[in-house]
């Protein structure tokens, strides 16, 4: 069996005093906190389609890359050699999960006939990987976006006939993930949305992209996949308008067409910076509205205007968002993907190695913290209290829904004073820098 990594060892935990850049500083898999390991708390997978498909290309030049796999040239060949690729770094890294694009694991052929047989022999190939090794699947979806017949969007196309094919990938997609044993399927949008609205029928859109959702309800259904449903939102890029904007407009149109109760969320930290949010605020409404489901894991630079897909280092960032994690009772089958690409300078195989292990301390410290935070209740305690108002008095009235604009009205004509308390923010951030800072 070919060994694609080979300088490369069973990357340990050496603790934060360790120098060496192939080992684990935070990330301790056997660590256990509050009545789980680390390792079981923050479920972490690999990307299949930066990790293996990546080539470090961007508009300015070809990719830079150097893998172990370049001297393939049959293109089935080449996807055999990455699935072994994928099982190799998985379990060095000690990673337990990966997930996937159907393309990605498989080459698209001329026609959907030959794809789908191409994926068939893939999927064999992982699933005799499986029977040995621990690695499992977190999650499969759909690129319904690259290939040029979905220029114009996929269950949004003004074409029916590209309509029904992105339902047919679809079918397939959901078919083999329950065939390999995955906890999750993905729903990403990447061009269902529009470039001019003088073009386009929003209303028909949304009703197809409505439409689409609730076949592939049905059709989890009828093949009894029981894993859970997600839908990962995205405000722009490659389209002007996406319509799978922010959790918000994500959750509004599940409401709409009455499917709230089948999809969670798939949060990605560079598609809240997008959408103008920060990562804690998508994660935030995801929890209240309990659709909190997974995180693609990763982080943008606010000095770029695109989806930068850089590993997430930003202790403040991983501390924030595992606190909502925490808060939200933690992971169910969801988990953190890293969704994440290696920098274009930073081209050689080992660098997936090491940006790989910076994502997994940034997380594991930011759990650490995150749930000391939540262990002592300080910032729960603050925030009660600065809505104590609405435990008694008038407050409860509201809350009960036992006062209306007459009843207000009265109250607020025999108010002589309106006394506010600060919100004492620079003291909450000090909190959370005092909790940050702390060994």
């Not at 470090?56 to 089935?76: E, H, K, L, Q, Y």
């Amino acid at each position: 069996m070919a060994e694609y990594f080979k300088n490369v060892p069973k990357i340990k935990y050496e603790g934060k005093d360790s120098d060496n850049p192939l080992a684990f500083k935070y990330y301790n898999p056997d660590e256990v906190i509050g009545g789980k390991t680390m390792k079981e708390h923050l479920r972490f997978a690999v990307a299949y389609w930066h990790t293996y498909q990546g080539t470090g290309s961007d508009p300015f030049g070809p990719g830079t890359a150097v893998r172990p796999w370049d001297n393939i040239s049959d293109p089935m060949e080449l996807a055999k050699a990455k699935v072994a690729a994928n099982f190799e770094l998985c379990e060095k890294l000690g990673v337990p999960f990966f997930c996937f694009h159907d393309r990605d694991i498989a080459p698209e052929a001329s026609t959907l006939r030959e794809t789908n047989k191409r994926l068939d022999e893939i999927v064999a190939l992982i699933k005799d990987y499986m029977k040995t090794s621990s690695v499992k699947l977190l999650w499969g979806t759909t690129n319904a976006f690259s290939n040029p017949r979905f220029v114009h969007g996929a269950s949004t196309s003004p074409n029916a006939d590209v309509f029904a094919y992105a339902a047919a990938q679809v079918k397939k997609a959901m078919e083999i993930t329950l065939e390999l044993g995955g906890q999750n399927y993905v729903f990403w949008g990447g061009r269902e949305g529009y470039e001019t609205l003088l073009n386009t029928d929003m209303e028909l859109e949304l009703d197809n992209m409505g439409r689409f959702l609730g076949m592939a309800v049905s059709y989890a259904k009828e093949i009894g996949f029981e894993g859970q449903l997600l839908i990962e939102p995205k405000p722009k890029e490659p389209t002007k308008h996406q319509y799978d904007f922010d959790t918000a407009t994500v959750i509004g149109f599940l409401r709409t067409y009455g499917l709230e109760n089948y999809f969670k969320m798939n949060i990605e930290a560079n598609h809240a910076t997008l959408a103008a949010h920060t990562f804690q605020h998508e994660l935030r409404v995801s929890r209240i509205n309990g659709m909190l489901g997974s995180i693609d894991a990763n982080q943008g630079d606010l000095l770029l205007g695109w989806d930068t897909d850089q590993f997430p280092t930003n202790i403040y960032d991983t501390t924030l968002a595992m606190y909502e994690v925490l808060k939200a009772g933690g992971f169910t089958t969801g988990g953190l993907n890293f969704d994440s690409k290696v920098r274009r300078g930073s081209f050689e195989p080992v660098d997936l190695f090491y940006a790989h292990i910076a994502g997994m301390d940034a997380f594991a410290k930011g759990l650490k913290i995150a749930y000391k935070m939540v262990s002592d209740g300080k910032f729960d305690k603050f925030i009660n209290e600065r809505y104590e108002s609405y435990k008694s008095g008038i407050g409860r009235d509201i809350v009960n829904g036992e006062v209306g604009f007459r009843e207000l009205e009265k109250y607020a004509l025999e108010l002589n004073e309106i006394k506010n308390v600060s919100g004492r923010q620079e003291v909450l951030e000090a909190m959370l820098n005092k909790y940050i800072l702390e060994d």
